[in-house]
């Protein structure tokens, strides 16, 4: 049977963990941070892999306007390749 969680995978948490145990470390005198997720895309990967339990409780996600590229209208971008153009 082999598991559901690659080894790069794995790798990956463990490193996520380490990070977020140095973070709180340092945190611990300081005042709360909050860092907006800006892309819709990596907000739904950060919390799809558990991040946000990983990360020590002084640091809080918010989830922010969403990826410039992904909320900027076709019409938009078309107009500003004729203006460029």
């Known amino acids: ?3 559901s969680v690659s080894n790069s995978s794995k790798k990956a948490i463990e490193e996520i963990r ?10 611990k005198s300081s005042k709360p941070l909050t ?7 990596h907000t739904m990967a950060i919390h799809r892999n558990g991040i946000p339990s990983l990360l020590p409780e002084k640091i809080n996600l918010l989830s922010g306007p969403g990826c410039p590229v992904c909320v900027t209208p076709v019409s938009y971008l078309d107009h500003a390749m004729e203006l460029a153009g």
């Open 1 to 3: 049977m082999t598991s």
């Open 18 to 27: 380490e990070l977020s145990k140095a973070m709180a470390e340092a945190m």
């Open 35 to 41: 860092f907006m997720e800006v892309c819709g895309t």
